[in-house]
């Protein structure tokens, strides 16, 4: 017998009782296994009604979020060799409700996601059908939105937001950034459209900088600084339609 | 509750106001702690230099009135909105009606003192 780690694994299904419980399995221990390999083992080899996603195995889909002693983590991207030889608590992502086991429901993600508008917008609706037109770019342009663009949507921000966590209306930290990254874009022009999502009550203003979206981000994507530079353009906005009476 | 809706439809305002008392308190009032408070009663600096009269000479500048008015209010904006948020955080329902209220009036009424107190002088 070979070296060996535990996994906590948090249990659940709504057909069955209901109940969360923790189940342990103890697996071999390989270094260069991630979470994600582990979770796979279980499933062959312990319990095949273990439920997990995944797809991807390599940090680009999103999809394998969970929280891993109890920090919000890619699985696929997490290996057991930074928590060898002791055990490793593996939960659904945190501030979402659970479907079954380690899958959660992002539907609520999904909805404010697409109220942010995250695609280019033209005030002429013709240039959005027209694919003949090239809309070009410096590579400076680009440098002010292209941050944003490495977002995956894991949703682990949404997971580490404490102010999510407490207000489930606040858009949170991915949404912003999205609506920042397109608001930044030059070949955007639909930044009065996101306005209202964005500057509502349950945007911006709702984030009070704890910061912990950033820290965890796999994708370096710093979603606190997209929302404070969206505080500073809604403020200047505000003001100058204060002065002006423009809405 | 439609005032309340009123104080909070402002959230640009105070937002702006935090942020600017944040840069008054980190990097202005330091210096004024430092000299006010630490300097001149250790005797560091001449305590000349700092008698009733020469400093009531120095206030009476209206350049530094502004200077004083902003340097005061500010920071007391930056207080009100983070006491707020952090008590909203805690989840009491019912003080979370009246908070905006108390610390953005409470502010407010600071500063008019302070504008009253700078206007006399
Ligand atoms: S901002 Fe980062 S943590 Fe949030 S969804 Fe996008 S990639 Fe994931
Ligand atoms: S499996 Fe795609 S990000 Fe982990």
Redesign the interface.
Known sequence: MGEEITLNITRYNPDKDGKYTTQRYSIPYKNDWSILDALNYVKAELDGSLTYRWSCRMAVCGSCGMMVNGTPRLTCSTYLNEFYPKEITIEPLANFPVIRDLVVDINDFMAKLKSAKPWIIRKNKRDEDDTSKEYLQTTGQMDKYYQQTLCINCTLCYAACPVYGLHPDFLGPAVIALGHRYNKDSRDEGKADRREVLASEHGVWKCTVVGDCTEVCPKHVDPSAAIQRTKVDSAINWFFSFLTGRK | MCLLKKI?AL???W??LFGAGGMVAAFLLPAHIFIQGIAIPLGWVSPDMFNYSSLIGIVGNPIVKIYLFFMIILPLYHAAHRIR??LE?L?IEWLNHILPLIFYGGATGLTVVTLIVLIRI
């Open positions: 909070n959230e640009p305002l937002w702006s948020l952090t955080d989840r």
